[in-house]
């Protein structure tokens, strides 16, 4: 359980990795399996048919040589696609095997519903559950905290090994089963069912085999039939026309034509494609529960970032205590205390430390007035405090205690007024507080914007990208955290309801926008289900992330850029062998038809650019060229091409096409007479 996980991917280089790949090349085999990727499958229905003719020419002497060749390199071919994607899926599965090992029988401390507390098995644990986590002990699965603060150690989880703080009463309330409490005690409610926790989920995805094809790659894979399904028509009425002419083709030299013409190359490497994508994406600490948000990413250009926990560090901190002109500073500091006793929000429990702080009072020596009712913070009133025998005392938004001074007939001095403005003008957040003789003054919660977020959202905007920050807090306060932050609009005052509809505002028929949205608490849930590509922070709540397609391990949204990134980069990179794989067909195409024709029509020999030594050698050399290509394009595959976002869009089809599209005409020249010079001196050519 202590094993660390790294946060990198293993190289693919490794021999385990290598042998494993080499091995599921051959499993892939399987018709029922390969008939997923329908171009491979019709290369290896090709490979079938050669090699029984082989095994025929054997018996009858004829032509075995060179039948037996190209049925080799037309099984490599299939092997080397096979390998492909083997090789994708296992750093993927590399990485769920270490996951699984944080899975090992954990024991459970249940509490019942009398009080007491009972060992059972982790996995017998259900949704509604409530477990006692002590010091050192395992969190047995996925939930919320209910009760109690805790230091925790993520790093079976997300690699890194600084711990984190988890605590009841806020958007850090979310654990994740299969970490480590280091220290404090804590109460959990169980968020999900056995099988369906956050980490089974993790592994689920991780084991890329699962990945369901995207609709680009749909769409792709379409093509792909399509092309391949015209040259079969093509090959097989080939033989008719070439009889009328007077011309013999063997059956191993239409399999080989057939499989050269078709865009192998970009059919093999699909697979890996995607699959290297999403790992790509857990490199990053980002686990992708949905390849078509992965492949939205790409495409995204409006993202919405919730403030709290995403844009800022989410604990807004008590610096300061203000008082009215009627209210002595220590009379202040006494009421927020004490109507703070029972708040168990980060916000609360600061105020409780600086309060303590200014009266010089330790925590035990505190305690509430006798009878007194302490009144919890709801949405509806936006305050809350304590109700005692001879008095009420509220803390809250400036609005909310407004309302509050009101139903007693009084009213927020002017200079109250011009405190708050004030300390919303400067980015924090004004917290006022009331008794029954009306306001008392007001505390300052200074709100902290992450560091490196100015500089990634300007990145994000080079891309083409807006950025809009929401936020519950009153507009100066907004207006003064997006400036520091940098975003490119807010919406303050915001519900649940209004993230919901600024979204499907902006996904409209008339604007047509792909939205990504971050955020990590439960009120950004139903924003998070509408959004296209929707990322939870894992410190988040249950809620959050259970809403999400994408959940950052390391709960920075920073990350936004590199899941935008790499969204691109599995577009462009399908595009690049896409353009490439279609431009070797051209080279292909002036090995195998003069070697077809010339013999018969020696006035074609003049599309024998390259000077192929015989027919024979023309046909083996672009056969051996387009099986040998696969494997030494996996690295591009799994790598990927990267994007530049400091280019335009034009600019880089532009150099793509210049890359990938001339260099997929001229590498298969070069490639092709260099293997027919050596068959040829190796005396293989026929």
């Not at 096979?82 to 090789?87: L, R, S, V």
């Not at 999403?278 to 990413?297: C, F, I, P, Y």
Request: proline share 4%.
């Amino acid at each position: 359980m202590k094993e660390k996980t790294s946060s990198k991917t293993s190289s693919i280089f490794q021999r385990k990795i290598l042998l494993e790949s080499f091995k599921g090349s051959f499993t892939r085999l399987n018709p029922l399996r390969l008939i997923k990727n329908p171009v491979m499958f019709v290369v290896e229905i090709g490979s079938v048919i050669t090699t029984v003719l082989t095994v025929y020419n054997l018996i009858s002497g004829s032509n075995f040589v060179f039948s037996l060749q190209i049925t080799i390199w037309l099984w490599f071919t299939v092997i080397f696609a096979n390998f492909a994607e083997a090789i994708a899926e296992s750093q993927g599965k590399a990485r769920a095997e270490s996951l699984r090992k944080t899975r090992n029988e954990v024991i459970a401390r249940k509490i019942t519903g009398k009080g007491q507390v009972e060992e059972v098995a982790a996995p017998t644990l259900v949704k509604g559950d409530t477990v006692l986590v002590e010091e050192g002990e395992i969190i047995p699965s996925d939930g919320d905290i209910v009760e109690g603060t805790s230091l925790v150690d993520e790093s079976a989880i997300t690699g890194e090994s600084a711990p984190v703080i988890r605590e009841s009463g806020g958007d850090k309330c979310g654990v994740t089963g299969g970490t480590k409490v280091l220290s404090g005690t804590i109460k959990i409610q169980i968020t999900v069912e056995t099988g369906q926790s956050f980490l089974d989920s993790m592994i689920n995805m991780v084991e890329s085999a699962k990945r369901e094809k995207t609709p680009n790659e749909k769409a792709l894979e379409i093509l792909l039939v399509g092309l391949t399904a015209l040259f079969i028509i093509v090959v097989i009425t080939l033989p008719a026309f070439a009889g009328y002419m007077g011309i013999t083709i063997s059956i191993p030299v239409l399999v080989a034509l057939l499989v050269c013409l078709m865009p192998t190359t970009i059919g093999a490497l699909l697979p890996a494609i995607g699959i290297a994508g999403m790992d790509r994406l857990l490199q990053h600490n980002v686990v992708a529960l949905s390849g078509r948000a992965v492949e939205a990413a790409g495409d995204v250009d409006v993202v919405l970032l919730d403030k709290t926990g995403t844009i800022t560090l989410g604990n807004r901190m008590a610096t300061e205590f203000i008082p009215a002109d009627s209210v002595k500073l220590e009379d202040l500091v006494w009421a927020s205390l004490i109507s703070s006793l029972a708040d168990e929000t980060p916000e609360g429990r600061s105020i409780v430390k600086l309060a303590k702080k200014e009266l010089n009072v330790r925590g035990r020596d505190i305690k509430p007035p006798k009878k007194s009712l302490f009144v919890p913070f709801t949405p509806e009133s936006r305050m809350s405090g304590i109700d005692t025998v001879s008095n009420k005392i509220r803390k809250g938004s400036a609005d909310a205690i407004r309302e509050f001074v009101k139903t007693l007939d009084k009213t927020m001095p002017e200079k109250m007024k011009k405190v708050v403005e004030d300390v919303s003008i400067k980015g924090d957040t004004p917290l006022v507080v009331a008794n029954e003789n009306g306001v008392m003054g007001v505390i300052r919660l200074k709100d902290i914007v992450k560091k490196g977020i100015k500089a990634k959202l300007q990145l994000l905007r080079r891309m083409g990208i807006k950025s809009i920050m929401i936020t519950g807090d009153n507009p100066l306060t907004a207006a003064s955290i997006a400036a520091e932050a940098g975003v490119d609009d807010f919406s303050a005052q915001a519900k649940p309801e209004t993230k919901l509809e600024m979204i499907r505002k902006y996904q409209s028929y008339e604007q047509q926008h792909l939205v990504a949205m971050i955020g990590d608490g439960t009120n950004d849930a139903p924003a998070l289900a509408q959004a296209d590509v929707a990322v939870a922070m894992s410190a988040g709540t249950s809620a959050a992330r259970e809403a999400a397609n994408m959940v950052d391990l390391d709960s920075s949204p920073s990350k936004l850029l590199d899941i935008v990134e790499i969204g691109k980069e599995i577009l462009i990179t399908r595009g690049a062998l896409t353009t490439f794989s279609i431009a070797t067909d051209v080279a292909k195409y002036f090995a195998i038809i003069p070697a077809v024709f010339a013999v018969a029509y020696p006035e074609l020999g003049i599309l024998n650019i390259m000077g192929l030594s015989t027919p024979a050698s023309a046909v083996l050399s672009a056969v051996i060229f387009n099986a040998i290509i696969i494997p030494l394009l996996i690295p591009l595959a799994l790598r990927g091409v990267k994007f530049r976002s400091t280019s335009s869009v034009s600019e880089l089809l532009g150099l793509n096409l210049l890359i990938y599209g001339v260099g997929g005409l001229i590498v298969p020249f070069v490639a092709i007479k260099l293997i027919d010079i050596l068959i040829t001196f190796l005396g293989l050519g026929g």
